[in-house]
Each structure stands twice: as structure tokens, then as C-alpha cells.
């Protein structure tokens, strides 16, 4: 369990969700949609980068959801740079794109910013609490168009020898099950659609992932679908 759903649940209170985005209608739409849910409390709102960094500050919440495209205000740029901002000083908080931008070069910088998801804004009301839920119990998300780019031009750079200059030790060896979980988690699928494709239970999904991380010696599940791309574990178009 991460750091931010373990404080949530050692309160007995609801995941505390910030929205930062540029647009009000937006944040109320967003807000409309989330109070629906019993098990997450929007705590406040932000216009801008600046605003956001303040409130991230004061409120230390479970989670950001926050647009890429922002205006820059009081010394912060748009919504990656705040990401990283916001990680500086509440690095417990997850923090979660939901944007319009479907280019691979923002999606490459939220990822290094620090964001734990990358939504696009065509996603389904009830996938947006689906996907706090997962990102706050330690999962990693990305949309599946966006997560399909970022593993195209990933393997690309593989092929072309820009990341592998100097090879390593022979990559870890993964079981049959373990690589049918990988290349579920390269389409963006989170431990429920694994779960419902591979006809096991949820669990047994995050004991893989927790196997596969170990094995590989990393961090998050992008980590190892980069890792299992680049030593050719996956083999991917």
C-alpha cells in the first residue's frame, strides 16, 4: 500500500483529491463526478500551477489530478513543471494528468516530472475514481492510446541503439504468466482488466506485478515494461 493510501486509511477518511486545472467548468465537472464517490473528498482547487503548488502545500492531499496545458503564473510553468513542484514539497501526494495533449513529449516529460498516471480527457466519468483508486493503492496508469505511443517510440530508440550503449547482465527470466501480466500492463491495463483477460483474481494479478518488480530489481510498472522493451523481453512493434 503507498505512503498517501495508508495516511487515508490511518485516518478513516476518504482519498483527499486537489484538481488543478485552467478551465472552472472543468473543475466542476470534475468535482460533480468525484462527490458521487463515498470513498473520495475533493479538498480544493486550483487555476493555475502557483495556485496549485500553494494549495498542494496546505493541504497535503492523497492525490493531484492536473491538466498539462496550463497558463504560467507566479514563477510556474504549465501543469508538468507544477507536477514536479508539487512533488518537491508533498512527495507523498500522487499526482495524475488528465489532459487533452496526446503528445508523446509531454506524456515523456510527465512521467520524469514524477506523475504516477497520464489520462486523456475522453476517459469515462467512472474511470477517473477507478484510476485514483489504483493510482493511490501504488499502481501506475497511462491511457491506452498514450501508453501505446510511448512503448512504440521506446522500442524504436531500442532498435536504433539510442538507450543500450552498454549492456548489462542477462535480464532476469520471467514466467510464461508473468510475461502474459507484462504485456497487459504495456496496453495500460490496470490489475482489473488483468484480472478479467487472464481469468484470475485481482490479487493474484498484484502478486505478479510485486514478482515481476522484484525480479527485475524496479520501482513502478512502467519501469518494467521500459526494462522488458529495451532487453527485448517484449517484443513489441
Known sequence: MSDARAGAAQRGEPIRVLLVDDHALMRLSLRTVLETEPDIEVVGEAGDGNEALAKAAELLPDLVLLDVKMPARGGIGGGIEAA???????PSARVVMLTMSEDEEDL??????GASGYLLKDVLPHEIADSIRSVVGGQSLISPPMAA????????????????????????????????????????????KIAKTLFISENTV?????????????HSRM???????????????
Open 223 to 237: 519501469e518494467a515494461v521500459m526494462y522488458a522493451v529495451r532487453e527485448k523481453i517484449l517484443d513489441l512493434p
Open 108 to 113: 515523456y516529460e510527465a512521467i520524469k516530472a
Open 84 to 90: 514536479a513542484a508539487i512533488k518537491d514539497i508533498a
Open 149 to 192: 505511443k510511448l512503448l512504440t517510440e521506446f522500442a524504436t530508440m531500442v532498435r536504433h541503439g539510442e538507450d543500450r550503449k552498454n549492456p548489462g547482465p542477462p535480464a532476469p527470466r520471467l514466467t510464461d504468466r508473468e510475461l502474459e501480466v507484462l504485456k497487459l500492463i504495456a496496453t495500460g491495463a490496470n490489475n482489473s
Open 206 to 218: 498484484k502478486n505478479h506485478v510485486r514478482n515481476i518488480l522484484e525480479k527485475l530489481q524496479l
